[in-house]
């Protein structure tokens, strides 16, 4: 039973533009959420994460919004670069318990 | 410079046979991990371990071991036990807080041949 889902595999954006991608969830235990960034053969980098007490989150040119009634959070990235094509892994963690990973959704930004 | 070293980056193995993966942190992090990565499959737990001496199993434990016998190192030992071991493995530490998530190192990826 996934308890976080990423529906889109893949996801095409050119260069510029918003790039949105989508994370549910169906643990209502979950208290953070975070996105990391993975390059093919190397580990994942945190990009950005949010309290379950918050609804948003910015740094930069990446904001985490968190819809709680939904389940549901969306990574933002204004403006997409061509450096941001790579697989973006959602995950959550309830309490002092290890993250759980979502499938991922692999970006390409397009020049 | 501080971090997570996984070692090798590739390992071959043949049918029947046990390896072990390396991983050394020297961030004093106390909580280490170990996921595997299947395409498609995003990341799977395999064990952890939140204290030397002590680990638990995560959702994928069949055919694999672990040890902590130090806060440095959490290797992890692939079994013949294990049916489908090729895969890209990821080892893991976790920072002051959960906000900051987890630091990885750079994986390994095992073949059986």
């Known amino acids: 039973d996934q308890q976080v889902k990423q529906n889109s595999p893949s996801l095409s954006v050119q260069e510029g533009r918003i790039s949105i991608l989508n994370c549910d969830y169906t643990?209502?235990?979950?208290?953070?959420f975070l996105w990391y960034k993975k390059y093919p053969a190397e580990g994942p980098t945190f990009l950005i994460s949010?309290?379950?007490?918050?609804d948003k989150n910015e740094d930069g040119r990446f904001t985490v919004f968190l819809n709680k009634s939904a389940k549901h959070l969306s990574l933002h990235i204004v403006p997409s670069q061509p450096g941001d094509s790579a697989v973006y892994f959602c995950?959550?963690?309830?309490?002092?318990?290890?993250?759980?990973f979502g499938k991922g959704t692999r970006l390409s930004v397009i020049a | 410079d501080g971090g997570i070293t996984q070692s090798p980056k590739y390992l071959f193995r043949k049918e029947g046979q046990n390896v072990t993966l390396s991983c050394e942190q020297n961030?004093?992090?106390?909580?280490m991990y170990w996921y595997r990565q299947d395409p498609g499959q995003g990341l799977r737990l395999i064990y952890y371990?939140?204290?030397?001496?002590?680990?638990q199993k995560g959702d994928i434990a069949e055919g694999y071991s672990v040890s902590r016998e130090k806060k440095e190192s959490f290797p992890l030992t692939v079994t013949s036990a294990q049916k489908n071991p090729t895969a890209f493995y990821l080892c893991?530490?976790?920072?002051?807080?959960?906000?900051?998530?987890?630091?990885f190192g750079s994986g390994t990826r095992l073949t059986v041949v």
């Open positions: 995950a959550a963690q309830p309490g002092n318990t290890p993250l759980v």
């Open positions: 643990n209502s235990m979950f208290d953070y």
């Open positions: 949010i309290s379950s007490i918050k």
């Open positions: 961030l004093n992090h106390d909580a």
């Open positions: 371990s939140q204290i030397v001496n002590d680990f």
């Open positions: 893991a530490s976790l920072a002051g807080g959960p906000n900051y998530g987890y630091t």
